[in-house]
Structure formats: structure tokens, C-alpha cells
């Protein structure tokens, strides 16, 4: 069975500062990988995906994430980190015979002006 | 383009009552979601149809959840009855197809039980 685990629920970051929100996955086959963000109230946004293609995936507001199969890990981050990128983020992973998407329990992001 | 569209945003019932969710997807996407959120957790998949098959319900509580998409486009998703427990966000997304194609979400639907 696949899944998601995200390191820390609540990440607190100064506006300006690099933004590193970790996810490790666990799947039995070559995964395909989502980061999405949530915002209070609403659904959540695509931020990015890896499709094995390039292990280095760009998204939407600055952020990219990294793919490493040897640490099964797929973190996000951006290089400085601005006001409106508080938020919710979720981690997920897609696989399986149904093409079933598994969701982290999701980090929320505190940025201090 | 329209996104993916729910109703209502916000309700509150008592235990015991029942309560339905409508959802509208994006045009022309053949898959469709309901996901339950509850608060401080992520989205967690209860039903997933293709056009108007059940693709994997495996984890809908059958026994009080119900979901249809009869013409493969709008979907309701029924509690009956509601626990406290079913308190939550009920998400509806949709795609393209099964396989490929990116989850588009609608803003959700707020259900509180007393």
C-alpha cells in the first residue's frame, strides 16, 4: 500500500527565508508525486507533480521539489519565502490499480513578517 | 473555464439527520472525487467514478454514505443518518481521466453534526 508521511505539521519561517517542507513516500511501484497547497476555505491548488520525468520538478510561486529514490523522499522548497505562501501544504502520491491518490496529513506554513 | 462547483458551502445539522452534497466538475472530465477532510488531516478518497461507474468506494462508509453520478456529470453525495463524527470537509474534485491528468478541486463543502 502507498503513503505519505510529512515531517511537522506546523512550520514557521521568516518572510525572506528559505522554505523546506519534507515528504517521504512509500510505494511499490514508480510513483507519480504532488505537492498542493490549500488556502483557508478553499480546495487545494496544484503546486507541482513529478512524472519521472526530470528529478528536479518546478511549480507555480517559486516553489520546485526534488525527487530522491534512494531517501523516498520528495521535499519541497522556495529560496525566500513571501507573505501570501501561508498556507496549507499536502504532500501525495498516485498509484495502484485504481490510479489512487494518498494525501499527507499536510504542513502548515506560518510566515512571520 | 469553470471550475469545479459545489453547494452548498456551509452546513449544520443535527446527529441523526441526513444531508446531501451536490457537485458539478469541470466539463468534459470523466473522473470524478469526493474526498472527506477532517480538521487537522488530509483529504482522505471515500469515492471515485468514471463517467457514471463506480471506480473504488472501498473506503465509503456504505452503510450510511451514499454517492451517484447518474449521467456521468453532476454527483451527489448522501449521509444518512449523520454521526458526530462526519464532521468534516467534503471535497469534490475532477479529471480529465483515471491515469493522467491533474485533480482540479472544488472549495468544499463545511459540514458540522451537533
Known amino acids: 500500500a502507498q503513503s505519505v508521511t510529512q515531517l511537522g505539521s506546523h512550520v514557521s519561517v521568516s518572510e525572506g527565508a528559505l522554505v523546506l517542507l519534507r515528504c517521504n513516500y512509500s510505494?511499490?511501484?514508480?510513483?507519480?508525486l504532488f505537492w498542493y497547497v490549500q488556502y483557508p476555505n478553499q480546495g487545494l491548488q496544484l503546486l507541482l507533480k513529478?512524472?519521472?520525468?526530470?528529478?528536479l520538478v518546478k511549480g507555480i510561486n517559486g516553489f520546485e521539489a526534488e525527487f530522491k529514490k534512494s531517501e523516498t523522499s520528495f521535499h519541497l522548497t522556495k529560496p525566500s519565502a513571501h507573505m501570501r505562501d501561508a498556507a496549507e501544504y499536502f504532500c501525495?502520491?498516485?498509484?495502484?490499480?485504481?490510479?489512487?491518490?494518498?494525501f499527507g496529513t499536510g504542513t502548515k506554513l506560518q510566515v512571520i513578517p | 473555464e469553470a471550475g469545479v462547483a459545489q453547494s452548498p458551502r456551509y452546513k449544520i445539522i443535527e446527529k441523526r439527520q441526513s444531508v446531501a452534497f451536490w457537485c458539478n466538475p469541470i466539463?468534459?472530465?470523466?473522473?470524478l472525487y469526493w474526498y472527506q477532510q477532517i480538521l487537522g488531516q488530509g483529504p482522505k478518497l471515500l469515492i471515485q467514478?468514471?463517467?457514471?461507474?463506480?471506480?473504488?468506494d472501498s473506503q465509503l462508509p456504505k452503510d450510511r454514505f451514499s454517492a451517484e453520478r447518474l449521467k456521468g456529470v453532476d454527483s451527489t453525495l448522501k449521509i444518512q443518518p449523520a454521526k458526530l463524527e462526519d464532521s468534516a470537509v467534503y471535497l469534490c474534485?475532477?479529471?480529465?481521466?483515471?491515469?493522467?491528468?491533474?485533480?482540479?478541486f472544488g472549495p468544499g463543502t463545511r459540514l458540522t453534526v451537533l
Open positions: 513529478y512524472t519521472s520525468a526530470a528529478t
Open positions: 466539463s468534459g472530465h470523466a473522473t
Open positions: 467514478f468514471q463517467n457514471n461507474g463506480v471506480v473504488d
Open positions: 474534485a475532477s479529471s480529465l481521466d483515471l491515469v493522467n491528468s491533474e485533480q482540479f
Open positions: 510505494s511499490s511501484v514508480p510513483p507519480y
Open positions: 501525495a502520491v498516485k498509484g495502484g490499480g485504481y490510479q489512487k491518490v494518498t
